[in-house]
């Protein structure tokens, strides 16, 4: 059995490569190939556009695929969700499909902009928003560089961002919140039913969501006496209750305990100045809950 699983082309390839990798997986793009290899004899890989991903999972062309949720409703595709994978092209998080209008814009919500001309490239996302509203309004299709068509060519656009700061950048601000939208691997619904399939497929989507999980953590590893166990179990921010083991020495310790990176640079001195002594700190591909 051969898993044919597409990954998004562009803005979210890195990361997703990078993701993959922490996932005990190694994917390798060559040139203009648009068939990445993988060191899974049982996974085919092709290199698509997140926009197209749904469409082609749907036609079973792909039996599974990775792209934004934002996508999946632009193509109104009937798929399964597999799983709900956090991250974006500039690391973890979600991303916003945003109503924006230049700063001295008249435009206060959705409902000013009947009549008005929108721009976006996710046509259907902001035909839905405006159906929803009850507002009639003409929406055209944006090839690209859309921040820069308000107002000479647009009178708004539903645009995505992570941060802001393009919209900014082009003195725009934003109206109202379209649709917030994550990447999610998605499979052809009569691949699902497949038993090979399925099962590959939630094996990697485990890997896949313990890759995310362990974003931002790290391991600790901690010899401390056990006079001095209670006080130090109490300094820990622990994902789970840590693991203590008995040394050879046994009025030794060793504890071990999963915590956030940004956490461990104000533990470790308390640890030391408490008794602790190894204090070894570790990174962490996965964290498998």
Request: charge should be negative; glycine fraction near 8%.
């Amino acid at each position: 059995m051969t898993l044919k699983l597409g990954i998004p082309k562009g803005s979210l390839q890195d990361t997703t490569v990078e993701l993959f990798r922490k996932a005990g997986f190694k994917v390798t793009i060559s040139g203009r190939s648009y068939y990445p290899t993988i060191d899974d004899p049982n996974i085919e890989l092709t290199l698509l556009r997140a926009q197209e991903m749904a469409r082609y999972v749907e036609q079973g062309m792909l039996d599974a695929g990775l792209t934004g949720y934002d996508w999946v409703i632009e193509n109104g595709a009937d798929v399964e969700v597999i799983a709900d994978l956090v991250y974006s092209k500039t690391g973890s998080g979600k991303a916003r499909w945003v109503l924006a209008v230049p700063q001295d814009s008249p435009i206060q919500s959705v409902k000013d902009l009947g009549g008005k001309r929108i721009a976006t490239e996710a046509v259907n996302l902001a035909k839905r928003y405006l159906s929803d509203h009850g507002v009639e309004a003409l929406v055209e299709f944006s090839w690209g560089a859309t921040e820069v068509k308000p107002p000479q060519l647009a009178d708004a656009i539903v645009e995505i961002t992570e941060t802001g700061s393009s919209l900014r950048a082009n003195n725009l601000r934003i109206v109202d919140t379209v649709l917030e939208t994550n990447t999610k691997l998605i499979a052809n619904k009569q691949a699902w039913k497949v038993p090979e399939i399925r099962r590959k497929l939630e094996q990697i989507a485990m890997l896949l969501e313990g890759a995310i999980a362990a974003e931002d953590k790290v391991g600790l590893m901690i010899n401390v006496r056990r006079a001095d166990l209670d006080a130090v179990l109490g300094l820990l921010p622990a994902l789970q209750k840590p693991t203590v083991s008995t040394l050879t020495d046994g009025d030794w310790l060793d504890v071990i305990v999963v915590l956030n990176e940004k956490d461990a640079r104000d533990l470790i001195p308390e640890l030391k100045r408490i008794g602790a002594e190894g204090i070894v700190e570790f990174p962490l591909n996965k964290v498998i809950l």
